[in-house]
DNA sequence: TTGTGTTTTATTGCCTCC
DNA sequence: GGAGGCAATAAAACACAA
Protein backbone atom coordinates (compact mmCIF):
# COMPACT_ATOMS: atom_id res chain seq x y z
CA UNK A 1 0.00 0.00 0.00
CA UNK A 2 2.61 2.35 0.95
CA UNK A 3 4.76 1.31 -2.09
CA UNK A 4 1.94 2.07 -3.87
CA UNK A 5 1.26 5.13 -2.76
CA UNK A 6 5.10 6.32 -2.99
CA UNK A 7 4.66 4.39 -6.32
CA UNK A 8 1.88 6.47 -8.36
CA UNK A 9 1.20 9.54 -5.76
CA UNK A 10 3.37 11.57 -7.99
CA UNK A 11 3.04 14.13 -10.47
CA UNK A 12 3.75 14.55 -14.25
CA UNK A 13 7.09 16.16 -12.89
CA UNK A 14 8.14 13.32 -10.88
CA UNK A 15 7.90 15.37 -7.73
CA UNK A 16 6.04 13.33 -4.86
CA UNK A 17 2.62 14.42 -4.05
CA UNK A 18 2.91 15.75 -0.62
CA UNK A 19 -0.88 16.62 -0.05
CA UNK A 20 -2.50 13.47 0.17
CA UNK A 21 -5.79 14.82 -1.48
CA UNK A 22 -6.34 17.41 -3.77
CA UNK A 23 -9.58 18.70 -5.85
CA UNK A 24 -9.51 18.72 -9.63
CA UNK A 25 -9.64 21.69 -11.32
CA UNK A 26 -12.80 23.08 -13.14
CA UNK A 27 -11.58 22.92 -16.47
CA UNK A 28 -10.33 19.35 -15.42
CA UNK A 29 -13.69 18.47 -14.11
CA UNK A 30 -15.26 19.73 -17.10
CA UNK A 31 -13.23 17.76 -19.44
CA UNK A 32 -13.78 14.49 -17.22
CA UNK A 33 -17.71 15.13 -17.59
CA UNK A 34 -17.83 15.90 -20.96
CA UNK A 35 -15.47 12.55 -21.96
CA UNK A 36 -17.92 10.76 -19.54
CA UNK A 37 -20.97 11.59 -20.91
CA UNK A 38 -19.77 9.89 -24.70
CA UNK A 39 -19.09 6.76 -22.76
CA UNK A 40 -19.06 6.22 -18.86
CA UNK A 41 -16.66 3.17 -19.18
CA UNK A 42 -13.22 4.01 -19.96
CA UNK A 43 -10.41 1.80 -22.18
CA UNK A 44 -7.00 1.93 -21.68
CA UNK A 45 -6.12 4.43 -24.72
CA UNK A 46 -8.90 7.00 -23.75
CA UNK A 47 -7.93 6.79 -19.80
CA UNK A 48 -4.15 7.72 -21.27
CA UNK A 49 -5.20 10.20 -23.91
CA UNK A 50 -7.22 11.88 -21.05
CA UNK A 51 -4.62 11.86 -18.24
CA UNK A 52 -2.15 13.30 -20.45
CA UNK A 53 -4.63 16.01 -21.94
CA UNK A 54 -5.62 17.21 -18.21
CA UNK A 55 -2.06 16.46 -16.88
CA UNK A 56 -3.40 13.81 -14.23
CA UNK A 57 -1.87 10.14 -13.64
CA UNK A 58 -4.12 7.68 -15.86
CA UNK A 59 -4.70 6.09 -12.24
CA UNK A 60 -6.88 9.46 -11.10
CA UNK A 61 -8.40 9.22 -14.34
CA UNK A 62 -9.99 6.28 -13.64
CA UNK A 63 -10.79 6.33 -10.47
CA UNK A 64 -12.43 9.52 -10.88
CA UNK A 65 -14.20 7.40 -13.79
CA UNK A 66 -15.00 4.99 -11.02
CA UNK A 67 -16.21 7.45 -8.71
CA UNK A 68 -18.68 9.25 -11.20
CA UNK A 69 -20.53 5.93 -12.27
CA UNK A 70 -21.39 5.26 -8.71
CA UNK A 71 -22.42 8.71 -7.97
CA UNK A 72 -24.60 8.46 -11.79
CA UNK A 73 -26.10 5.34 -10.03
CA UNK A 74 -26.87 6.52 -6.46
CA UNK A 75 -29.15 9.44 -8.46
CA UNK A 76 -30.11 7.07 -10.78
CA UNK A 77 -31.80 5.13 -7.71
CA UNK A 78 -33.39 8.02 -6.09
CA UNK A 79 -34.61 8.56 -9.15
CA UNK A 80 -36.70 5.54 -9.55
CA UNK A 81 -37.43 5.37 -5.83
CA UNK A 82 -39.12 8.91 -6.51
CA UNK A 83 -41.06 7.58 -8.91
CA UNK A 84 -41.74 4.12 -6.94
CA UNK A 85 -42.83 6.44 -4.31
CA UNK A 86 -44.94 8.15 -6.23
CA UNK A 87 -46.69 5.31 -7.91
CA UNK A 88 -47.12 3.88 -4.47
CA UNK A 89 -48.73 6.94 -3.18
CA UNK A 90 -51.20 7.19 -6.44
CA UNK A 91 -51.90 3.45 -5.70
CA UNK A 92 -52.53 3.38 -1.89
CA UNK A 93 -55.02 6.64 -2.96
CA UNK A 94 -56.90 4.43 -5.39
CA UNK A 95 -56.69 1.24 -3.20
CA UNK A 96 -58.46 3.27 -0.25
CA UNK A 97 -61.11 4.14 -2.63
CA UNK A 98 -62.03 1.22 -4.05
CA UNK A 99 -62.03 -0.13 0.02
CA UNK A 100 -64.37 2.11 1.34
CA UNK A 101 -66.67 1.08 -2.23
CA UNK A 102 -66.32 -2.26 -1.70
CA UNK A 103 -67.74 -1.52 2.09
CA UNK A 104 -70.29 0.66 0.41
CA UNK A 105 -71.43 -1.90 -2.44
CA UNK A 106 -70.80 -4.97 0.36
CA UNK A 107 -73.29 -2.97 3.02
CA UNK A 108 -76.30 -2.46 0.07
CA UNK A 109 -75.87 -6.06 -1.05
CA UNK A 110 -76.24 -6.72 3.12
CA UNK A 111 -79.58 -4.88 3.19
CA UNK A 112 -81.08 -5.50 -0.65
CA UNK A 113 -80.68 -9.64 0.48
CA UNK A 114 -82.35 -8.80 3.79
CA UNK A 115 -84.64 -7.06 1.85
CA UNK A 116 -85.70 -9.88 -0.49
CA UNK A 117 -85.93 -12.39 2.16
CA UNK A 118 -88.61 -10.03 3.73
CA UNK A 119 -90.60 -10.17 0.66
CA UNK A 120 -90.21 -14.08 0.28
CA UNK A 121 -91.03 -14.60 3.42
CA UNK A 122 -94.23 -12.61 3.09
CA UNK A 123 -94.60 -14.15 -0.36
CA UNK A 124 -94.16 -17.86 1.47
CA UNK A 125 -96.55 -16.84 4.55
CA UNK A 126 -99.35 -15.73 1.81
CA UNK A 127 -98.66 -19.26 0.27
CA UNK A 128 -98.99 -21.33 3.70
CA UNK A 129 -102.19 -18.93 4.25
CA UNK A 130 -103.66 -19.43 1.02
CA UNK A 131 -104.28 -22.84 0.33
CA UNK A 132 -107.48 -22.26 -2.56
CA UNK A 133 -105.70 -22.06 -5.24
CA UNK A 134 -103.14 -25.14 -4.51
CA UNK A 135 -106.53 -26.87 -3.74
CA UNK A 136 -108.18 -25.97 -6.89
CA UNK A 137 -104.75 -26.97 -8.99
CA UNK A 138 -105.32 -30.78 -7.17
CA UNK A 139 -108.48 -30.80 -7.90
CA UNK A 140 -107.86 -30.60 -11.51
CA UNK A 141 -110.91 -30.22 -13.97
CA UNK A 142 -114.62 -30.73 -13.22
CA UNK A 143 -117.44 -29.43 -15.46
CA UNK A 144 -119.01 -26.79 -13.80
CA UNK A 145 -122.35 -28.11 -14.51
CA UNK A 146 -123.97 -25.54 -12.59
CA UNK A 147 -122.78 -22.62 -14.64
CA UNK A 148 -122.82 -20.03 -11.92
CA UNK A 149 -119.09 -19.52 -11.69
CA UNK A 150 -118.01 -18.06 -14.95
CA UNK A 151 -115.97 -15.13 -15.16
CA UNK A 152 -112.97 -13.14 -17.91
CA UNK A 153 -110.48 -11.29 -16.48
CA UNK A 154 -107.20 -9.63 -17.11
CA UNK A 155 -104.68 -11.68 -16.70
CA UNK A 156 -101.53 -11.18 -14.69
CA UNK A 157 -102.13 -7.34 -13.11
CA UNK A 158 -103.21 -7.79 -9.31
CA UNK A 159 -106.72 -6.85 -8.37
CA UNK A 160 -107.18 -5.31 -5.24
CA UNK A 161 -110.29 -6.27 -3.06
CA UNK A 162 -111.49 -2.88 -1.53
CA UNK A 163 -114.04 -3.82 0.91
CA UNK A 164 -116.19 -6.21 -0.29
CA UNK A 165 -115.79 -9.53 -1.82
CA UNK A 166 -116.18 -9.74 -6.05
CA UNK A 167 -120.11 -11.45 -6.64
CA UNK A 168 -118.33 -13.86 -8.34
CA UNK A 169 -116.12 -14.92 -5.25
CA UNK A 170 -119.30 -14.67 -3.78
CA UNK A 171 -121.01 -17.11 -6.11
CA UNK A 172 -118.31 -19.03 -5.61
CA UNK A 173 -119.04 -19.47 -1.94
CA UNK A 174 -122.37 -20.23 -2.37
CA UNK A 175 -121.40 -22.75 -4.80
CA UNK A 176 -119.44 -24.57 -2.47
CA UNK A 177 -122.33 -23.56 -0.15
CA UNK A 178 -125.07 -25.29 -2.32
CA UNK A 179 -122.27 -28.52 -1.96
CA UNK A 180 -122.61 -28.43 1.10
CA UNK A 181 -118.81 -27.94 2.04
CA UNK A 182 -116.26 -25.94 3.55
CA UNK A 183 -118.02 -22.52 3.39
CA UNK A 184 -116.35 -21.36 6.62
CA UNK A 185 -113.09 -22.59 5.48
CA UNK A 186 -113.05 -20.30 1.98
CA UNK A 187 -115.10 -17.12 3.86
CA UNK A 188 -112.01 -16.93 6.37
CA UNK A 189 -109.63 -17.73 3.01
CA UNK A 190 -110.97 -14.69 1.20
CA UNK A 191 -110.94 -12.54 4.22
CA UNK A 192 -107.68 -13.20 4.77
CA UNK A 193 -106.97 -12.14 1.30
CA UNK A 194 -109.27 -9.14 1.58
CA UNK A 195 -107.28 -8.02 4.44
CA UNK A 196 -104.08 -8.40 3.12
CA UNK A 197 -106.13 -6.15 -0.24
CA UNK A 198 -103.97 -8.19 -2.91
CA UNK A 199 -104.21 -10.93 -5.19
CA UNK A 200 -103.25 -11.47 -8.89
CA UNK A 201 -105.35 -11.55 -11.55
CA UNK A 202 -103.90 -15.37 -12.74
CA UNK A 203 -104.50 -16.13 -9.38
CA UNK A 204 -107.91 -14.81 -9.61
CA UNK A 205 -108.55 -16.42 -13.41
CA UNK A 206 -107.62 -19.74 -12.65
CA UNK A 207 -109.69 -19.61 -9.26
CA UNK A 208 -112.56 -19.09 -11.09
CA UNK A 209 -112.12 -21.34 -14.44
CA UNK A 210 -114.96 -23.41 -15.09
CA UNK A 211 -111.76 -26.11 -16.05
CA UNK A 212 -110.09 -25.52 -12.91
CA UNK A 213 -113.27 -25.99 -10.14
CA UNK A 214 -112.35 -28.14 -7.28
CA UNK A 215 -113.08 -31.45 -7.06
CA UNK A 216 -115.31 -31.87 -3.73
C1' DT B 1 -13.75 30.58 14.52
C1' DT B 2 -15.53 26.26 15.00
C1' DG B 3 -18.51 22.37 14.75
C1' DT B 4 -21.02 19.75 11.52
C1' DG B 5 -22.83 17.98 7.31
C1' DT B 6 -21.86 17.20 2.40
C1' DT B 7 -18.97 16.37 -1.55
C1' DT B 8 -14.96 14.71 -3.72
C1' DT B 9 -10.83 11.99 -4.07
C1' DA B 10 -8.59 7.85 -3.00
C1' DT B 11 -7.97 3.09 -0.87
C1' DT B 12 -9.10 -1.63 0.04
C1' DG B 13 -10.87 -6.01 -0.73
C1' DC B 14 -13.47 -8.88 -3.46
C1' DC B 15 -15.20 -10.54 -7.85
C1' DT B 16 -15.34 -11.48 -12.87
C1' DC B 17 -13.38 -12.01 -17.25
C1' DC B 18 -9.96 -13.15 -20.51
C1' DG C 1 -2.80 -14.51 -12.69
C1' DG C 2 -3.35 -9.85 -14.06
C1' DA C 3 -6.53 -6.09 -15.33
C1' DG C 4 -10.42 -3.72 -14.38
C1' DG C 5 -14.94 -2.91 -12.08
C1' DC C 6 -17.64 -2.29 -7.97
C1' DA C 7 -19.09 -1.64 -3.02
C1' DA C 8 -17.70 0.03 1.16
C1' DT C 9 -15.14 3.15 3.48
C1' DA C 10 -11.52 6.61 4.84
C1' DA C 11 -10.02 11.07 4.63
C1' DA C 12 -9.41 15.60 2.78
C1' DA C 13 -11.80 19.60 0.99
C1' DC C 14 -15.51 22.43 1.12
C1' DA C 15 -19.93 24.91 2.64
C1' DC C 16 -22.37 27.02 6.06
C1' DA C 17 -24.80 28.14 10.25
C1' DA C 18 -24.17 29.66 14.99
Not at 100 to 112: A, D, G, I, V, Y
Not at 197 to 215: A, I, R
Request: charge should be negative; aromatic fraction near 8%.
Amino acid sequence: MLDRLEQEDSYEDGSPMLEKKRRLGYDQVKALEKSFELDNKLEPERKVKLAEDLGLQPRQVSIWFQNRRARTKTKQLERDYSVLKSNFDVLKVEYTNLQQENETLTRKLRELKAKLLRVESNELEKEVECPISRGIERGGSESNSSGIIKEESNVDSPMCFNGSLPSSMINLVHYYDSRGSQENVFQNQFMRMEEQNFLSNSELFSFFSVDQSPTL
